[in-house]
């Protein structure tokens, strides 16, 4: 094969070089054709506005705001809205890749986005947070549509945020749009199931895969990373099955308890505390670098990415990681943690629960229907089992990490389907997928 490695860019732990030379891994294995490979490693579009807000304080502030559509070979490009100070053009366009690659291990017909603007929410008034939401979508209502992109939350966004964006967008198309956004509160069309998916998702790919590595759920220890959507729901939904919780963390830092974090009460002390755990009680205080070395069953990265690099992978105990956030793991400390006979189950597995119910969420949307909590569960919990049974088979078959078995599985799909479209492959009767 004659395409290149992808040259390292800026520094070790850009989020893109890691998504990137995974994707290399996998296309060497599919022996992708060049074509191909170019077309699947390039972003389709990328879109950077500047967005001048008016603070409480009467100052004007300018905000950069970013919008990376990866692929629409599959449908729609998919993808959250990330608030954050450490938002960039390289963190957005790797994201929205692993959209693509996310959308296409679990089988759901949609292309890959992402966006972000570079803000501290945490330091933002509600009414500041509202005139930035409602400034970006103006910046970006020619990219988003139902069926052209459709934003979803993320890191320091919520159900706020996709209800100002879903009104912002209907006003300038002068008609209730409510299937550009998902993630929205139910009254405006979101979905039952939706706020708790991704932690659902994480905790039904943990069980499939303590199943496999013969752990038994029923009191295996778990340290979470991140007590934001995803790691408090994740660590709750496990509780809940009988696994133990032994540490938490957020910004502030880790919370860790040997018999057991009361979750419930840790969510509520949060709910309480704008959102943070400091001075949280219910364990003692660590850091989260000790929560990342703790020796338990299963640790769950929940926060951002490259928690876990060549810095710390060798001080990982746990037997099994299932990433929770995006990216948590960078390239170089897979090799690491294979070497220590760490499972990982990757991030665009294991929290595709999201994106599942958002595509159910837009489904909802546009046949004009509710569906019940319990098809909600059922549906997603079917698909993400089959998606996990899937790469592991993957995995198994060709004596590869559940990473790069996962990442096989999407950019085949992908890579058949532009060759389908592009009428290079012609329908054959006994096609595995057709
Ligand atoms: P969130 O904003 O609700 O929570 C983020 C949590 O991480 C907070 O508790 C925050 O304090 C903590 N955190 C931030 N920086 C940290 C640090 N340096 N050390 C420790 N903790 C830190 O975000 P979320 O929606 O839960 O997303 C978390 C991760 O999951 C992100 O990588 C996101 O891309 C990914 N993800 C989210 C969804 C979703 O549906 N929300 C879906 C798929 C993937």
Not at 68 to 84: A, Q, T, Y
Not at 157 to 170: I, K, N, R
Not at 171 to 178: I, L, W
Not at 380 to 408: E, G, P, W
Request: hydrophobic share 40%.
């Amino acid at each position: 094969m004659s395409y290149k490695e992808p040259a390292p860019i800026m520094h070790d732990k850009d989020p893109l070089e890691s998504m990137m030379k995974r994707f290399h891994i996998a296309a060497e294995y599919l022996n992708l054709d060049e074509e191909v490979y170019s077309v699947l490693k390039s972003s389709n579009k990328k879109i950077i506005v500047s967005l001048p807000i008016s603070m409480d304080d009467g100052s004007v502030k300018v905000f950069e705001g970013y919008r990376v559509i990866h692929s629409n070979i599959l449908g729609p490009s998919k993808g959250g809205l990330r608030f954050d100070p450490g938002v960039n053009l390289n963190e957005v366009t790797a994201l929205a890749a692993w959209m693509t690659w996310k959308c296409a291990v679990v089988d759901i017909p949609y292309g890959g986005a992402k966006g972000g603007v570079c803000c501290d929410p945490r330091s933002m008034s509600k009414s500041e947070l509202e005139r930035l939401t409602r400034a970006y979508t103006q910046a970006m209502h020619d990219v988003f549509g139902p069926d052209k992109d459709i934003p979803a939350p993320d890191v320091g966004t919520g159900p706020d945020q996709m209800a100002w964006l879903m009104d912002e967008y209907s006003r300038a198309r002068g008609t209730t749009v409510n299937a550009v956004v998902t993630g929205k509160p139910i009254i405006l069309g979101g979905s039952v199931g939706r706020i708790e998916a991704t932690g659902r998702g994480v905790m039904v790919a943990t069980l499939s895969a303590l199943t496999k590595i013969k752990i038994n759920p029923f009191n295996a220890t778990v340290a979470v990373q991140g007590f934001g959507n995803v790691g408090s729901w994740a660590a709750n939904l496990l509780k809940e099955r009988g696994c133990k919780i032994v540490a938490i963390s957020d910004i502030s830092g880790g919370y860790y308890n040997e018999k057991g974090i009361d979750v419930g009460n840790a969510i509520t002390y949060r709910n309480e505390h704008k959102g943070s755990l400091e001075k949280f009680d219910g364990g003692k205080k660590i850091s989260n670098e000790e929560l990342l070395s703790l020796d338990v069953d299963v640790l769950i990265p929940a926060a951002l990415e490259n928690a876990i690099t060549e810095k710390n992978a060798n001080q990982i105990k746990a037997r099994l990681i299932v990433e929770g956030a995006n990216g948590p793991t960078s390239h170089e400390a897979d090799s690491i943690l294979e070497k220590k006979g760490i499972v990982a189950v990757p991030d665009i597995l294991a929290n595709a629960g999201g994106v599942i119910v958002s595509y159910f969420e837009w489904v909802q949307n546009r046949l004009g229907f509710k569906w019940t909590k319990n098809r909600v569960y059922r549906r997603s919990d079917s698909i993400m089992k089959q998606a996990f049974n899937n790469v592991f088979s993957i995995s198994k078959k060709y004596k590869i990490s559940l990473r790069t078995a996962a990442y096989i599985a999407a950019i085949d799909k992908v890579a058949r389907t532009y060759k389908y479209r592009d009428g290079s492959f012609t329908f054959q009767k006994n096609d595995k997928n057709s």
